[in-house]
């Protein structure tokens, strides 16, 4: 069974920085996808950045200020956030895939909100 648990959310002035991050179960090790979303209040769940077989994808709008990186050896997955604008606030939640013919799991999220 796939567990995921999200951490490093909470209240971020714009322009500032955040890092999120999902500890992973070590059966998630090999998997074929792991990435971040995020959903805001009446929108619907959207892809922000996401490793897939090995290289990296990220949604336009942020691009150049987010990163994405895995360390294999913790089996956690990070979302580094700087520069960050009130649209970013959102509920972020990573989730993996286990081959590409699979459906993503979900972690139970954390909050970001972009304020000041």
């Known amino acids: 069974q796939v567990q995921l648990m999200e951490s490093g959310g909470g209240l971020v002035q714009p322009g500032g920085s955040l890092r999120l991050s999902c500890e992973m179960s070590s059966n998630t090790a090999n998997f074929y996808a792991y990435g971040w979303y995020r959903q805001a209040p009446g929108k619907e769940r959207e892809l922000v950045a996401r490793i897939t077989a090995g290289k990296l994808n990220y949604a336009d709008s942020v691009k150049g200020r987010f990163t994405i990186s895995r360390d294999k050896v913790k089996n956690t997955l990070y979302l580094q956030m700087d520069s960050v604008k009130p649209e970013d606030t959102a509920i972020y939640f990573c989730?993996?895939?286990?081959?590409?013919?699979?459906?993503?799991?979900w972690g139970q999220g954390t909050q970001v909100t972009v304020s000041s």
């Open positions: 989730a993996t895939q286990g081959d590409p013919f699979g459906t993503n799991t």
